[in-house]
């Protein structure tokens, strides 16, 4: 069931080059080799929302931010964006964005110029910046390039010198709502020029603060330019865990765009992504002047 997700980011990665051009389920099945009716369900319990309502938030995310950095007219970002008219347009955006794309335009516009002009280090509520060495790093909220709503999260290099430098934009709770359950942390990542390596990471620790599971992507890392996708973590949560943590990472120079993280339980049908393999605990040290061959 795991292998689903390679088949999703497919479907994803042929959507997000072809937002701009007449979709329908047929030709979108057709790119997963599975029938519509099975392409549907599986899309539907992976991400959460059915394939068509998927490709019209973001239509709707590029267009919102069509309306913000470019000077398009609204019926030609409609027309571009596969809606019929600009009644139709207008109908969808204001469905989700609460207001008209005109009045939208002009209240958002002003909103984030004056952020953009304001001196104020940007801070991002619940998150905070680590790493080796995060003061070579920005994290902040981007309104231009979103995957869904408003904004997503980033994190850039800005004075990194080598691929040894790393920093993450992170989060850490208890871990009480999930003890004793597998967890699939998931999210939405689109990447810029990444020389080493992106990925989410989640961890999880006891209440001594020892690793009880841990997955960092490092063995399916993101690297160089990507579109939006989506990518997930899954994670046992011990009956000793006390502490949930998770976030981005990006080691060396690069900016990755993250949006649309979600905790959602899973059934242990489906295998975790653990990384962190507890060795044998010996009864006594052996093979001390290294003759021992395995």
């Known amino acids: 069931m795991y292998n689903y997700e390679i088949i999703i980011k497919k479907i994803i990665m042929y959507v997000e080059e072809n937002l701009h051009e007449p979709l329908t389920l047929e030709n979108i099945a057709s790119q997963s080799n599975f029938s519509k009716y099975h392409f549907h369900r599986i899309f539907q319990s992976t991400v959460g929302m059915t394939v068509n309502e998927y490709i ?13 950095y470019t000077s398009e007219r609204i019926l030609d970002i409609a027309i571009y964006y596969q809606f019929e008219s600009q009644e139709s347009f207008t109908r969808a955006f204001k469905e989700v964005y609460r207001l008209p794309p005109g009045k939208y335009r002009r209240m958002m516009s002003d909103v984030i110029k004056n952020k953009e002009e304001s001196n ?4 991002v509520k619940g998150w905070f910046l680590s790493g080796s060495n995060p003061f070579n790093y920005e994290m902040g909220i981007d309104h231009e390039v979103v995957h869904q709503g408003v904004a997503s999260g980033y994190l850039k290099s800005k ?6 430098e790393f920093s993450t934009m992170m989060q850490t709770f208890k871990a009480n709502q999930f003890v004793g359950k597998r ?25 001594m603060g020892d690793v ?9 890392p993101i690297k160089g330019n990507t579109n939006w996708n989506r990518y997930s973590i899954i994670l046992d949560v011990p ?15 690069g900016t990755v765009w993250a949006d649309q993280f979600i905790f959602e339980e899973v059934n242990e049908s489906i ?12 009864d006594e040290p052996i093979n001390l002047s290294f003759d021992e061959e395995i």
């Open 183 to 207: 967890i699939r942390l998931s999210c939405f990542i689109r990447t810029k020029d990444v020389d080493t390596y992106t990925g989410m990471w989640m961890r999880v620790d006891d209440t």
């Open 56 to 68: 019209r938030l973001r239509r709707l995310a590029n267009a919102s931010s069509a309306l913000l």
């Open 212 to 220: 009880l599971q841990f997955d960092n992507m490092s063995n399916r």
């Open 239 to 253: 009956v000793q865990s006390a502490v949930i943590s998770f976030g981005i990472i990006l080691a060396g120079q």
């Open 271 to 282: 295998p975790t992504t653990n990384l962190e393999v507890h060795g044998e605990l010996l």
């Open 159 to 164: 004075t990194v010198l080598d691929s040894t």
């Open 120 to 123: 104020m280090e940007t801070k």
